[in-house]
């Protein structure tokens, strides 16, 4: 994170008080940023509700197949099984410095296209479920641009103190992967057995707030 911030404010040209690097100089282009991956993943989810409309159709054929892919995804994010194609990093060699507030937004649009690391299975599985059940895919992936935005916001203000931070979090990765893939199988298969919208009219049920959130 401190690399790519690092990144899409040109550098830690801009000095505050006392030598330190202006945290407004940083913020404002990762904030940018942030939106343009963002934007691409609710684009996608809006793309995903489409298709979901056109294999309506197929309820019983596509929640099969739907789920078969999210427990497939689980079971690469909980490292059981490797998906490299899913864990390759494409990177686009640019300039040394991003300018302006329209190259940190395109920054993070090509980011949503090329760091697949980690968040493919994830994002597969939202676009899986998106396009097999009735879930609208702008909210469910303009939430996950949100948690993927969060951290570098805090970072972006934290700045000095947010690399001793991330390297503490590192020793729960493993156990957050184990923990989320578990949950995306555990997805799959109620899926698969056409349980999920029933888990879904308990959730509104048990916490009516869900419902205005959607």
């Keep these: 994170m401190p690399g790519y ?9 801009a000095t ?11 913020f404002r282009p990762a904030l940018l940023f942030v939106l343009g991956f963002t934007t691409i993943f609710v684009l996608l989810g809006i793309s995903a509700m489409a298709l979901g409309g ?11 197949i739907g789920g078969a892919l999210v427990i497939v995804f689980g079971l690469a994010m909980t490292g059981l099984l490797r998906l490299p194609m899913l864990m390759a990093d494409h990177r686009w060699n640019g ?5 302006g507030p329209v ?4 920054l993070g649009v090509a980011f949503a296209f ?27 992936l303009g939430t996950y641009g949100l948690g993927l935005g969060v ?3 805090l970072t972006a203000i934290l700045m000095g103190n947010a690399a001793a931070a991330l390297k503490r979090m590192r020793r729960f990765g493993v156990a957050l992967n184990i923990g989320g893939g578990a949950i995306m199988i555990g997805v799959g298969v109620l899926l698969m057995t056409g349980r999920l919208q029933e888990i879904a009219i308990w959730m ?4 009516p707030a869900l419902g205005a959130i959607g």
Aim: charged share 5%.
């Design 204 to 207: 509104l049920t048990t916490f």
């Design 151 to 153: 951290p570098f916001l």
């Design 114 to 140: 090329g760091w697949t690391p980690c968040i493919g299975p994830v994002l597969g599985s939202i676009l899986t479920v998106t396009a097999t059940s009735s879930g609208n895919g702008a909210i469910l």
């Design 54 to 64: 056109v294999l309506q159709r197929f309820q019983t054929e596509t929640n099969l």
């Design 16 to 26: 505050g008080s006392g030598g330190a690097v202006s945290r407004l100089h940083i």
């Design 5 to 13: 911030l690092s990144y899409v404010a040109g550098g830690a040209g």
């Design 103 to 106: 190259g940190a937004f395109l």
């Design 95 to 99: 300039p040394r410095q991003v300018n």
